[in-house]
T-cell receptor
Framework: AQSVTQPDIHITVSEGASLELRCNYS??????LFWYVQSPGQGLQLLLK??????LVQGIKGFEAEFKRSQSSFNLRKPSVHWSDAAEYFC????????????FGAGTRLFVKA | EAQVTQNPRYLITVTGKKLTVTCSQN?????MSWYRQDPGLGLRQIYY???????DKGDVPEGYKVSRKEKRNFPLILESPSPNQTSLYFC???????????????FGAGSRLTVL
């Protein structure tokens, strides 16, 4: 079955420290991959996406993610976290014909301590 | 400004009292979808629509109805709400041209529904 797993329900990092949020997917073909961020009281906003080409993709707010086919992973990274990065992060995959169905992971809530 | 607008943003209702959550987008997107967000479960798709008069069930359609009479609007209807439908609901839309699967969903701000 198609699924997205985000193993970490929540993560706490110090401001200025590096961040890596994990995402694994289960899908028979190469999916379309997305990371969205949800700030408190807000809808979801796209951070970055991958659908082909270079497996390291850059997004907004200094985030990047790397697609690793052999590991079925699409981990999100940021070299130096800011307090404003505190939010919930969702990994998502587009599957099926034309990638029309989007499956979301359960989310990882990021806490940033001063 | 390109956006998806949902109303109401917050609603408390009682079991069995029909309600409608409206969703409107101004981007001329063909595809629209409803999700519910519950702690530990992420976003789960309720219904989606590929175009006017074309709707289909997502993963958790029970207890919900939708309609797509106009391209811009995609209301979510709870005919007889129950407490297990207490959740945060999101409407989203997407363009279906080009490499459709890579097109990004644009989300509304969410509607928090409580059913007592």
């Amino acid at each position: 079955a198609q699924s997205v797993t985000q193993p970490d329900i929540h993560i706490t990092v110090s401001e200025g420290a590096s961040l890596e949020l994990r995402c694994n997917y289960s899908y028979g073909a190469t999916p379309y991959l997305f990371w969205y961020v949800q700030s408190p009281g807000q809808g979801l906003q796209l951070l970055l996406k991958y659908f082909s080409g270079d497996t390291l993709v850059q997004g907004i707010k200094g985030f990047e993610a790397e697609f690793k086919r052999s590991q079925s992973s699409f981990n999100l990274r940021k070299p130096s976290v800011h307090w404003s990065d505190a939010a919930e992060y969702f990994c998502a995959v587009g599957v099926g014909t034309g990638g029309f169905k989007t499956i979301f992971g359960a989310g990882t809530r990021l806490f940033v301590k001063a | 400004e390109a956006q998806v607008t949902q109303n109401p943003r917050y609603l408390i209702t009682v079991t069995g009292k029909k309600l409608t959550v409206t969703c409107s987008q101004n981007m001329n997107h063909e595809y629209m979808s409803w999700y519910r967000q519950d702690p530990g479960l992420g976003l789960r798709q309720i219904y989606y629509s590929m175009n006017v008069e074309v709707t289909d069930k997502g993963d958790v359609p029970e207890g919900y109805k939708v309609s797509r009479k106009e391209k811009r609007n995609f209301p979510l209807i709870l005919e007889s709400p129950s407490p297990n439908q207490t959740s945060l609901y999101f409407c989203a839309s997407r363009w279906t041209g080009g490499l459709a699967g890579a097109n990004v969903l644009t989300f509304g701000a969410g509607s928090r529904l409580t059913v007592l």
